[in-house]
C-alpha cells in the first residue's frame, strides 16, 4: 500500500516535471510512446524494450490560420484498441492481421480551436497523424509547415539519401529520388544545400535499436514530405518540397478541408532489422480510395531499352523483345520511349497485334509532360490534361493495352500529388495498371491505387549503364534496398542482367562487376508486382542455361517475407514465399567472401536447388536436402549472390 502511495506521488512529481500528458504502449508492451506538453508545445518520445528509439520530439502545425506549435493547452485523451485483417495481393505478404493501440491527444489553441494527434501503436511500428476539426466557420486550412521531428540520441549513426535539388539532373528532372545513399554517418552530417533526405530513412542506435522513418497515406489532399538536414545533437524534422520544384509552380505545403486530416508518419522499431525487413505498417494505415475496375494480371516483361537503348525504337527490335518475352514465357512487353515517332501510332496498332498474337501483352511509354522540365522524348503532352489523357486511353483500351510507364515527374507538391492520383483513376476507368519511373516514393499507393503496380524512385539499374561509379556500388546499393527503399514500397528497379557488358554488342565497354548468381539474386530480393527484366535475346543462347531456366519460372508476388541476416552494405539475406515455395537470396557488397551459418526452418528437410558462385564467380547449381534443424551453412563471394529455390 505504502509502495503503491509512494508510486503515485513520483508519478504525479514526474508528470510535474516533465509535463507528461499521455502513454500508451503497443499490444506486446514492448513499443511505448509518452506525449508531453512542455511550454504549450505537444512532444513525444519512443521507448523499445526498455531502450530509447527516440528523444523527446516536437510536434505541430504551422497554417494560415495560426501557430499549432505552441501555446497549446491539453484537453484529452482516448485511448482504443485498432485491429484490421485485410489481404493485399502486389507487397511482400499477402495476409495482414494489423493490432495497434490506439491513443488520441486533443489540444486547444488560445482561440479554442482543436488539433489532435493520433498515435497508433503496434508491436513494431507506430504511425501519426494529425486531426484537424472544423473551426467554427472555417472549413478549410494550409498547413504551411510542420514542427514535427524526430530526436535520435547522439551516437545514433544513419543509412540516408540526400533529397536531390529541384530542376537540375537530365533535362531539369529531378528530384526523382535516384540519389545514393551515405552508410553508417554521424547524425547532423549535412548534405549539400539543406535539401535534407527523402523517405524512407534509416537509423542505428548503436546495439540499442534500429529506427526506420517514412510517410504513407499520401494521395492528392496532401504534399509529400521528407526529412530536414538533421542537427549534430539528432534532430531531424519533417521538410515540406522545395519551393523551387515544378519551376517554382505550386505551394510548398497542402491545402485541406476541415474536419481534414495530415498523411501518416511511421516509425518501425526493433531491437534488430527483423522488424524493419518485415513491416507492413505502409500498409496497414491506408484503404483503397477506388475498386478495380477489372481483375489486374503482375508478371514479367521484357524492355529492349535498357541495354539496346534509344536506337532499339524500331520494329524490328521490338518483334525481337516480343518474341523473347514469349521465349521466356514472361506476360510483357515494355515498348519504351519514342515509339511515336520511330514507330507511329498506326504501325503501333500492328505491333501490338503481333505482340497478342505471341501471347505476350503491352506496356508502352508516356512522358508524363506537360510543362514543368525539358524531357523531350515522346509521346509528350498525352498523360498532362485530362482531356488528351482520356481520349489517349480510349485509344490504348481499344487496342488492348494493359499498362503504362510513366517518366518523369516534377516533384513532391500537392500539385503532383494530385497529377499522380488523377492518372491512376483515369487509368483504372481504362482497365490500364500504371508504373511510375522519374518519380516520388510511392505512399501507401499498392492500397490506396488498385492499379498502381510500382515506382522507381531508385538509383535504378538504367543508371548501371550510365555510371562507372554505379556499377562500382552495384552490390552495396542492392545490400540497402531491402532493409531501406523497398521496404515501404514497390521498387520497379528493371534489373537482373545476363550481358557480361551492359551494351547490345555485349563484348566490351560498361563491365558488370557482380556475378550472374547476383543477378539473379537481386529478381528475389528486389520486390515488385510487375517486373520489367533487363535480360536480352542473346542471353537464351550466351548466358548460363540454368540461370534463364530459373528467369523463366521467377515469381513476381509474394505471400511472406522474412528477414534471415545482414547488414546493410555489407550483405543481405532474406526469404520469400510465393504459395508453397521459399526462395532465399542473399548478396554480399565486401570485399572478402562471407560464410554465414543460416537458420532456415521453413526448409527443414526438404529438397532444394541452391544457385551459388564458385570461387572463380562462375555460376553453379547443386540440388541439396536441408538438414532436419533447418541449418545451411552458405558462402557468398565479394560482388556475388545465391538463392535456395524450394
Ligand atoms: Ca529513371
Not at 502513454?23 to 508545445?41: A, M, W, Y
Not at 512532444?43 to 506549435?69: C, R
Request: hydrophobic share 35%; charged share 25%; net charge negative.
Amino acid at each position: 500500500m505504502k509502495k503503491g502511495i509512494l508510486s503515485i506521488l513520483l508519478l504525479f512529481i514526474t508528470n510535474i516535471i516533465f509535463a507528461q500528458v499521455a502513454t500508451v504502449s503497443s499490444p506486446d508492451g514492448k513499443l511505448k510512446l509518452d506525449i508531453f506538453l512542455e511550454e504549450g508545445q505537444p512532444k513525444y518520445s519512443v521507448e523499445y524494450d526498455g531502450k530509447t528509439a527516440l528523444e523527446k520530439s516536437p510536434l505541430g502545425l504551422l497554417t494560415n490560420e495560426g501557430d499549432f506549435s505552441k501555446n497549446l493547452t491539453f484537453k484529452e485523451q482516448t485511448v482504443e484498441q485498432v485491429e484490421k485483417k485485410y489481404t493485399q495481393d502486389k507487397i511482400k505478404k499477402s495476409d495482414i492481421h494489423y493490432v495497434a493501440n490506439k491513443l488520441t491527444s486533443s489540444f486547444e489553441d488560445e482561440k479554442q480551436r482543436g488539433l489532435s494527434i493520433v498515435f497508433q501503436v503496434s508491436n513494431n511500428d507506430i504511425a501519426f497523424r494529425y486531426e484537424l476539426p472544423a473551426w467554427g466557420e472555417r472549413r478549410a486550412v494550409v498547413i504551411e509547415e510542420e514542427a514535427t521531428g524526430f530526436k535520435f540520441p547522439e551516437y545514433t549513426t544513419t543509412f540516408l539519401s540526400n533529397m536531390m535539388g529541384a530542376m537540375g539532373a537530365f533535362a531539369r528532372t529531378s528530384p526523382s529520388y535516384e540519389s545514393g545513399y551515405t552508410n553508417d554517418e554521424p547524425v547532423g552530417k549535412g548534405t549539400y544545400g539543406n535539401l535534407g533526405y527523402v523517405f524512407p530513412g534509416l537509423f542505428r542506435l548503436g546495439n540499442d535499436n534500429w529506427v526506420l522513418l517514412s510517410e504513407t497515406g499520401v494521395s492528392s489532399q496532401y504534399n509529400a514530405s521528407h526529412l530536414s538536414d538533421g542537427t549534430k545533437d539528432g534532430l531531424y524534422h519533417i521538410q515540406y518540397p522545395h519551393l523551387n520544384q515544378n519551376n517554382g509552380f505550386g505551394s510548398r505545403g497542402a491545402q485541406i478541408p476541415l474536419p481534414g486530416v495530415t498523411p501518416w508518419r511511421t516509425i518501425t522499431v526493433g531491437n534488430t532489422l527483423k522488424p524493419i525487413v518485415e513491416t507492413t505498417i505502409a500498409f496497414d494505415v491506408v484503404e483503397p480510395l477506388y475498386q478495380p475496375s477489372q481483375e489486374y494480371k503482375f508478371g514479367r516483361g521484357t524492355w529492349s531499352w535498357i541495354v539496346w537503348q534509344d536506337q532499339s525504337m524500331n520494329w524490328d527490335d521490338q518483334v525481337k523483345y516480343i518474341d523473347f518475352a514469349a521465349d521466356m514465357g514472361y506476360e510483357y512487353i515494355l515498348i519504351d520511349a519514342l515509339w511515336d515517332a520511330n514507330i507511329g501510332y498506326e504501325k503501333m496498332e500492328e505491333l501490338i497485334d503481333y505482340a497478342h498474337s505471341k501471347n505476350v501483352d503491352v506496356f508502352l511509354w508516356y512522358n508524363s509532360n506537360g510543362a514543368f522540365n525539358d524531357a523531350p522524348q515522346g509521346p509528350r503532352n498525352r498523360m498532362s490534361t485530362s482531356i488528351a489523357r482520356k481520349e489517349e486511353m480510349k485509344w490504348l483500351q481499344k487496342i488492348g493495352v494493359k499498362g503504362l510507364k510513366v517518366d518523369f515527374f516534377g516533384g513532391d507538391k500537392q500539385e503532383t500529388m494530385r497529377f499522380y492520383e488523377d492518372i491512376l483513376s483515369d487509368a483504372n476507368d481504362y482497365g490500364l495498371m500504371i508504373i511510375f519511373h522519374g518519380c516520388t516514393l510511392p505512399r501507401g499507393w499498392e492500397r490506396m491505387y488498385p492499379n498502381f503496380v510500382g515506382s522507381e524512385a531508385v538509383l535504378a539499374s538504367e543508371m548501371l549503364i550510365f555510371s562507372q561509379d554505379v556499377r562500382e556500388k552495384e552490390a552495396f546499393y542492392a545490400t540497402l534496398h531491402p532493409f531501406i527503399r523497398n521496404t515501404v514500397g514497390t521498387m520497379e528497379f528493371g534489373g537482373v542482367f545476363m550481358n557480361k557488358f551492359l551494351n547490345r554488342g555485349n563484348t566490351r565497354g560498361q563491365e558488370r562487376l557482380t556475378t550472374d548468381v547476383f543477378q539473379i539474386a537481386t529478381g528475389i530480393l528486389f520486390q515488385s508486382p510487375v517486373q520489367m527484366f533487363a535480360l536480352t535475346p542473346n542471353n537464351l543462347t550466351d548466358a548460363e542455361g540454368f540461370l534463364m531456366d530459373f528467369m523463366k519460372d521467377i515469381p513476381t508476388t509474394w505471400n511472406e517475407t522474412l528477414y534471415i541476416d545482414g547488414y546493410p552494405g555489407k550483405y543481405t539475406v532474406i526469404a520469400r514465399r510465393n504459395g508453397d515455395n521459399w526462395y532465399i537470396a542473399g548478396v554480399n557488397a565486401m570485399e572478402e567472401a562471407i560464410e554465414l551459418q543460416l537458420d532456415l526452418p521453413m526448409l527443414k528437410g526438404e529438397k532444394v536447388n541452391i544457385y551459388n558462385d564458385n570461387n572463380k564467380k562462375e555460376p553453379t547449381l547443386i540440388n541439396h536436402t536441408i538438414k532436419k534443424d533447418g541449418s545451411y551453412k552458405v558462402t557468398i563471394q565479394p560482388n556475388g549472390g545465391f538463392v535456395i529455390k524450394q
